[in-house]
C-alpha cells in the first residue's frame, strides 16, 4: 500500500500541490459505481440512437447535463453553498423547460411555439386548469419536484465517484470536460432549437404584421385583399380538368416505358407540354398537390391538423372559386370515396356544384383502398360532358383517378393488357387500361361541337411514390418532372421548359381558359407570362411567413362566447360553432352518426386560440367514461339507439339526433330528427 501511495506522490509532485489520496478499497468502490453510472446512461443512449433521433436527443442532452454538473461540483468544491445553489437552478430550469417542451410534445405534438407558449404565459388559463382538476396540477408540481431531486442526487453521485483529486492539472482537466459536455449539451438541443425558432418568430411577427407587400416580395409571395367571394371574374372557355394519379412525365419516355401510355402520349404531340414543373412543398400526396394546384399555395402547419380544416385560408379564393364567380358550372368526380383525407370537404368548400363518388361510406371503412375502375369515372364524366354542353353556361369537369396508385396499381382482367411483357406487369396493366379509357373520353369530346370551346388540361398530382412497384426504373431518369399538358388553351405561344411547381397551375388553366379575374395567387403565377423566379426559393423562411399571412387573414383565430351552435348536411357534413366550421369526423369518414355514435369537440378556453380536438366513440359507455375522466368544456353530438344516455336528461325515442354542451360544468341538450333542426346557444 505505502508503495503505490509513494508512486502516486511522485507522479504528481510536479504540480508542487498537496494530495490526498483515497485508500485503494475507496478508490475501486468509487470507480465501480463511477462506471456502473456511464453504462447505465449510455445504455439507453444507445438503444434510442438505434431506434428514434428524437429520444436520442433527449437522453443525450440529460447524458451531458449531468456530467457538466459534475464537472462543475469538482471545481466549485471549495465554495459548497454557490456549487449547490448553481447547480440546482442550472437543473432546476433544465427540468421545467425540458418538462413543458415534452407535455406539448406528447399533447398536441407541437412542442415549444408561439401557440403554446401562448398558453403558458395565460395567467388565467393556469388558474382555470387548477380550479378544474387540482389533483392532477399538485400531480404535476410534484412530479416537478421530484424530477428536479433525483436529477439533482444524480449529479452528486456521480462527482462522488470520481473522487477527490487535487492539483491544477486535475482543475484544468475538469474545467476541460466541462466545456466539451455543456458544448455537446447544445449542440442539436431540439428544445433549444424551437426557442430560438420562437424568437425568429416574434422577430417576423413584427415584421410582416403590417401587410406590406414590399415585406413579402423577397420570398415571392403575393398580398391580395379581397375575400375570395369579392373577386370579379368573367368567363372564358369550358375546363375539363384531368389528374391522373402519380402519372408523371416519365412514364412518357419510350426507353424506360415503351408503349405503356400511348393515348396520352398522342395528346401531348398535339398539345402545350410544360416540361420543367416539380412538386410544391407538402405537395407530395394527392390532397397536398390538389390544394397546391388549386389555391396558387402549399399547406402550411396551420393546415396540418390530421385533416383539413375549412377555417384556414377560409378568405383566400382558388381555381374553381375564380369560376364560380365567373358562373360556371362545376362538377368533380372521383373513383374512390370521397371521404378519403377530406377530399369531398374541400372540393366542395371550393364551390364545386356536384360531386360525384363511385364508393360509397361504408363500402370505403370496410376497404379503403377499394374503389371503381378509372374507365367508371371516364364513362361518368362523358356523360355529364353531354349534359352541360346542352346547356348555355359555361362549365368545369374535374377528374380524379386512382388505378396508378403504387405500389401495384388496381386492374380488373376485363379490361385491356399492356401487351408487353414486364415484372410489374399488375402496375403496367392498369396504367394501360386507364390510358385507353382517357383516349376514348378524349376523342369523343374532340369529336363534339362543344370542343372548340373547351380547354382540356391533364396534369398528375405527384411524382410516383418511393414504393411503387418500377420504382428502379423511373430513377433512371435524369430528371423526373410533373405532367402539365393543356389542349385547345386560349394562349398560343409558350415556353416548355419555363421552371415551375405545383401552385402554378391554377394560374396557367385560368389564361389558357381566357378567364378574367382580379385575384393574386399568394405563390403560384401563369407560366405563360414571366413569373418572378423567387416564388420557387422555397425556404424555412418563406415557409414561416407564408403561415403568417395565412393566419393574419384567418378571421376565425378565437373563440368567443356565448356560441351559436347548429349541424348543417351542406354542402358536407359540418358542426358550425358561431362562424367557425368543423366536418363531422366519424371514425374514418365525415358524415352524420349512426346509432350509437357520438362525436365531441374539445372546446379551447374563453378568447384563447382554437384549437380543435375530437373524439369519436361507438358507445354510450364509452362516451360516459370520457365524461368521467373531467375533459373540461365539449360540446357532442350523436344519435340515440338502444342505450339511453344516463344522467343528461335526455328524454327522446330511439334513433333521434341529439347535440348537446358541457360548459363551466353546466349541461344542455336538444334533440330532433332532423340533424340539421339541431341547434344550441351556450353562454
Same mark, same amino acid.
Given at each position: 500500500?505505502?508503495?503505490?501511495?509513494?508512486?502516486?506522490?511522485? @507522479?504528481?509532485?510536479?504540480?508542487?500541490?498537496?494530495?490526498?489520496?483515497?485508500?485503494?478499497?475507496?478508490?475501486?468502490?468509487?470507480?465501480?459505481?463511477?462506471?456502473?453510472?456511464?453504462?447505465? *446512461?449510455?445504455?439507453?443512449?444507445?438503444?434510442?440512437?438505434?431506434?428514434?433521433?428524437?429520444?436520442? $436527443? +433527449?437522453?443525450?442532452?440529460?447524458?451531458? %447535463?449531468?456530467? =457538466?454538473?459534475?464537472?462543475?461540483?469538482?471545481?466549485?468544491?471549495?465554495?459548497?453553498?454557490?456549487?449547490?445553489?448553481?447547480?440546482?437552478?442550472?437543473?432546476? =430550469?433544465?427540468?421545467?423547460?425540458?418538462?413543458?417542451?415534452?407535455?406539448?410534445? #406528447?399533447?398536441?405534438?407541437?412542442?415549444?411555439?408561439?401557440?403554446?407558449? !401562448?398558453?403558458?404565459?395565460?395567467?388565467?388559463?393556469?388558474?382555470?386548469?387548477?380550479? #378544474?382538476?387540482?389533483?392532477?396540477?399538485?400531480?404535476?408540481?410534484?412530479?416537478?419536484?421530484?424530477?428536479?431531486?433525483?436529477?439533482?442526487?444524480?449529479?452528486?453521485?456521480?462527482?462522488?465517484?470520481?473522487?477527490? !483529486? $487535487?492539483?491544477?492539472?486535475?482543475?484544468?482537466?475538469?474545467?476541460?470536460?466541462?466545456?466539451?459536455?455543456?458544448?455537446?449539451?447544445?449542440?442539436?438541443?431540439?428544445?433549444?432549437?424551437?426557442?430560438?425558432?420562437?424568437?425568429?418568430?416574434?422577430?417576423?411577427?413584427?415584421? +410582416?404584421?403590417? @401587410?406590406?407587400?414590399?415585406?413579402?416580395?423577397?420570398?415571392?409571395?403575393?398580398?391580395?385583399?379581397?375575400?375570395?367571394?369579392?373577386?370579379?371574374?368573367?368567363?372564358?372557355?369550358?375546363?375539363?380538368?384531368?389528374?391522373?394519379?402519380?402519372?408523371?412525365?416519365?412514364?412518357?419516355?419510350?426507353?424506360?416505358?415503351?408503349?405503356?401510355?400511348?393515348?396520352?402520349?398522342?395528346?401531348?404531340?398535339? /398539345?402545350?407540354?410544360?416540361?420543367? #414543373?416539380?412538386?410544391?412543398?407538402?405537395?407530395?400526396?394527392?390532397?397536398?398537390?390538389?390544394?397546391? /394546384?388549386?389555391?396558387?399555395? !402549399?399547406?402550411?402547419? /396551420?393546415?396540418?391538423?390530421?385533416?383539413?380544416?375549412?377555417?384556414?385560408?377560409?378568405?383566400?379564393?382558388?381555381?374553381?372559386?375564380?369560376?364560380?364567380?365567373?358562373?360556371?358550372?362545376?362538377?368533380?368526380?372521383?373513383?374512390?370515396?370521397?371521404?378519403?383525407?377530406?377530399?369531398?370537404?374541400?372540393?366542395?368548400?371550393?364551390?364545386?356544384?356536384?360531386?360525384?363518388?363511385?364508393?360509397?361510406?361504408?363500402?370505403?371503412?370496410?376497404?379503403?383502398?377499394?374503389?371503381?375502375?378509372?374507365?367508371?369515372?371516364?364513362?361518368? /364524366?362523358?356523360?355529364?360532358?353531354?349534359?352541360?354542353? *346542352?346547356?348555355?353556361?359555361?362549365?368545369?369537369?374535374? %377528374?380524379?383517378?386512382?388505378?396508378?396508385?403504387?405500389?401495384?396499381?388496381?386492374?380488373?382482367?376485363?379490361?385491356?393488357?399492356?401487351?408487353?411483357?414486364?415484372? +410489374?406487369?399488375?402496375?403496367?396493366?392498369? #396504367?394501360?387500361?386507364?390510358?385507353?379509357?382517357?383516349?376514348?373520353?378524349?376523342?369523343?369530346?374532340?369529336?363534339?361541337?362543344?370542343?372548340?370551346?373547351?380547354?382540356?388540361?391533364?396534369?398528375?398530382?405527384?411524382?410516383?411514390?418511393?414504393?411503387?412497384?418500377?420504382?428502379?426504373?423511373?430513377?433512371?431518369?435524369?430528371?423526373?418532372?410533373?405532367?402539365?399538358?393543356?389542349?385547345?388553351?386560349?394562349?398560343?405561344?409558350?415556353?416548355?421548359?419555363?421552371?415551375?411547381?405545383?401552385?402554378?397551375?391554377?394560374?396557367?388553366?385560368?389564361?389558357?381558359?381566357?378567364?378574367?379575374?382580379?385575384?393574386?395567387?399568394?405563390?403560384?403565377?401563369?407560366?405563360?407570362?414571366?413569373?418572378?423566379?423567387?416564388?420557387?426559393?422555397?425556404?424555412?423562411?418563406?415557409?414561416?411567413?407564408?403561415? &403568417?399571412?395565412?393566419?393574419?387573414?384567418?378571421?376565425?383565430?378565437?373563440? $368567443?362566447?356565448?356560441?351559436?351552435?347548429?349541424?348543417?348536411?351542406?354542402?358536407?357534413?359540418?358542426?358550425?360553432?358561431?362562424?367557425?366550421?368543423?366536418?363531422?369526423?366519424? *371514425?374514418?369518414?365525415?358524415?352524420?352518426?349512426?346509432?350509437?355514435?357520438?362525436?365531441?369537440?374539445?372546446?379551447?378556453?374563453?378568447?384563447?386560440?382554437?384549437?380543435?380536438?375530437?373524439?369519436? &366513440?361507438?358507445?354510450?359507455?364509452?362516451?360516459?367514461?370520457? %365524461?368521467?375522466?373531467?375533459?373540461?368544456?365539449?360540446?357532442?353530438?350523436?344519435?340515440?339507439?338502444?342505450?339511453?344516455?344516463?344522467?343528461?336528461?335526455?328524454?327522446?325515442?330511439?334513433?333521434?339526433? &341529439?347535440?348537446?354542451?358541457?360548459?363551466? *360544468?353546466?349541461?344542455?341538450?336538444?334533440?330532433?330528427?332532423?340533424?340539421?333542426?339541431?341547434?344550441?346557444?351556450?353562454?
Amino acid at each position: 500500500m505505502s508503495d503505490r501511495k509513494n508512486i502516486l506522490k511522485k @507522479l504528481t509532485s510536479f504540480w508542487a500541490v498537496p494530495v490526498t489520496i483515497p485508500s485503494l478499497r475507496e478508490t475501486r468502490k468509487q470507480t465501480c459505481v463511477f462506471w456502473m453510472l456511464i453504462v447505465a *446512461g449510455a445504455i439507453p443512449l444507445f438503444v434510442s440512437g438505434i431506434y428514434n433521433e428524437l429520444y436520442f $436527443n +433527449y437522453i443525450c442532452c440529460f447524458y451531458c %447535463l449531468f456530467c =457538466a454538473i459534475g464537472c462543475l461540483h469538482k471545481l466549485l468544491k471549495k465554495h459548497v453553498w454557490l456549487d449547490r445553489i448553481l447547480s440546482f437552478l442550472i437543473l432546476s =430550469a433544465w427540468d421545467i423547460l425540458f418538462l413543458i417542451f415534452f407535455i406539448f410534445k #406528447m399533447a398536441n405534438f407541437g412542442g415549444l411555439n408561439l401557440e403554446n407558449v !401562448y398558453h403558458l404565459v395565460c395567467f388565467q388559463g393556469w388558474l382555470d386548469f387548477m380550479y #378544474m382538476d387540482p389533483l392532477l396540477a399538485a400531480g404535476g408540481i410534484l412530479v416537478l419536484i421530484l424530477l428536479i431531486c433525483f436529477t439533482f442526487f444524480l449529479t452528486y453521485l456521480l462527482s462522488w465517484c470520481v473522487g477527490d !483529486y $487535487n492539483g491544477r492539472g486535475t482543475k484544468a482537466a475538469f474545467s476541460g470536460l466541462l466545456i466539451f459536455f455543456t458544448a455537446l449539451f447544445f449542440y442539436n438541443n431540439v428544445v433549444f432549437l424551437q426557442l430560438s425558432d420562437i424568437m425568429k418568430d416574434f422577430a417576423f411577427s413584427q415584421k +410582416y404584421v403590417t @401587410l406590406k407587400q414590399e415585406d413579402y416580395d423577397a420570398h415571392g409571395i403575393k398580398l391580395c385583399p379581397l375575400p375570395w367571394h369579392k373577386v370579379q371574374a368573367s368567363p372564358g372557355k369550358n375546363l375539363v380538368y384531368i389528374i391522373l394519379e402519380s402519372t408523371e412525365l416519365t412514364f412518357l419516355d419510350q426507353k424506360l416505358f415503351p408503349g405503356l401510355l400511348p393515348n396520352l402520349l398522342h395528346f401531348r404531340e398535339s /398539345a402545350q407540354s410544360f416540361d420543367n #414543373m416539380s412538386m410544391a412543398q407538402n405537395a407530395k400526396t394527392t390532397f397536398g398537390a390538389m390544394y397546391s /394546384a388549386m389555391t396558387g399555395s !402549399y399547406l402550411t402547419p /396551420a393546415h396540418a391538423n390530421g385533416w383539413w380544416n375549412p377555417n384556414i385560408s377560409s378568405s383566400f379564393s382558388s381555381l374553381s372559386k375564380i369560376l364560380h364567380n365567373a358562373g360556371y358550372e362545376q362538377h368533380f368526380l372521383v373513383g374512390h370515396s370521397g371521404n378519403f383525407a377530406g377530399t369531398e370537404n374541400f372540393i366542395k368548400d371550393q364551390q364545386y356544384d356536384f360531386f360525384w363518388s363511385a364508393i360509397d361510406r361504408k363500402t370505403r371503412i370496410a376497404k379503403w383502398e377499394y374503389s371503381a375502375r378509372d374507365s367508371v369515372v371516364f364513362k361518368q /364524366a362523358w356523360q355529364t360532358f353531354q349534359k352541360l354542353a *346542352g346547356k348555355n353556361t359555361p362549365f368545369n369537369i374535374t %377528374l380524379l383517378t386512382i388505378d396508378a396508385h403504387g405500389p401495384n396499381g388496381f386492374y380488373s382482367p376485363e379490361e385491356p393488357a399492356y401487351p408487353y411483357p414486364s415484372p +410489374y406487369s399488375r402496375l403496367f396493366n392498369a #396504367m394501360y387500361a386507364s390510358d385507353h379509357a382517357l383516349g376514348d373520353f378524349i376523342k369523343k369530346i374532340k369529336n363534339h361541337p362543344k370542343y372548340k370551346d373547351t380547354c382540356i388540361v391533364i396534369t398528375c398530382d405527384h411524382l410516383a411514390h418511393y414504393y411503387t412497384a418500377c420504382t428502379e426504373v423511373l430513377q433512371q431518369s435524369p430528371r423526373r418532372r410533373l405532367l402539365f399538358l393543356i389542349d385547345n388553351s386560349s394562349v398560343k405561344s409558350w415556353k416548355a421548359d419555363v421552371p415551375a411547381l405545383t401552385f402554378d397551375i391554377a394560374p396557367t388553366i385560368l389564361d389558357a381558359m381566357g378567364v378574367k379575374h382580379n385575384y393574386r395567387f399568394p405563390l403560384g403565377e401563369s407560366l405563360y407570362q414571366n413569373p418572378d423566379p423567387r416564388r420557387l426559393n422555397y425556404t424555412k423562411e418563406q415557409e414561416r411567413v407564408l403561415y &403568417f399571412y395565412v393566419l393574419l387573414k384567418n378571421e376565425n383565430r378565437n373563440l $368567443n362566447f356565448p356560441l351559436e351552435v347548429s349541424v348543417h348536411i351542406n354542402p358536407f357534413p359540418l358542426l358550425q360553432i358561431n362562424s367557425h366550421r368543423l366536418p363531422l369526423l366519424i *371514425g374514418d369518414a365525415n358524415d352524420t352518426p349512426r346509432d350509437g355514435e357520438i362525436l365531441v369537440v374539445r372546446l379551447s378556453r374563453k378568447n384563447e386560440p382554437i384549437r380543435w380536438r375530437t373524439h369519436y &366513440f361507438k358507445s354510450f359507455s364509452s362516451f360516459h367514461f370520457f %365524461l368521467n375522466s373531467k375533459p373540461g368544456d365539449i360540446i357532442f353530438l350523436g344519435k340515440t339507439g338502444t342505450e339511453r344516455l344516463a344522467g343528461m336528461e335526455l328524454q327522446s325515442e330511439p334513433q333521434t339526433y &341529439f347535440l348537446g354542451s358541457i360548459i363551466h *360544468g353546466k349541461k344542455q341538450m336538444v334533440s330532433d330528427k332532423t340533424i340539421s333542426n339541431l341547434k344550441l346557444y351556450c353562454r
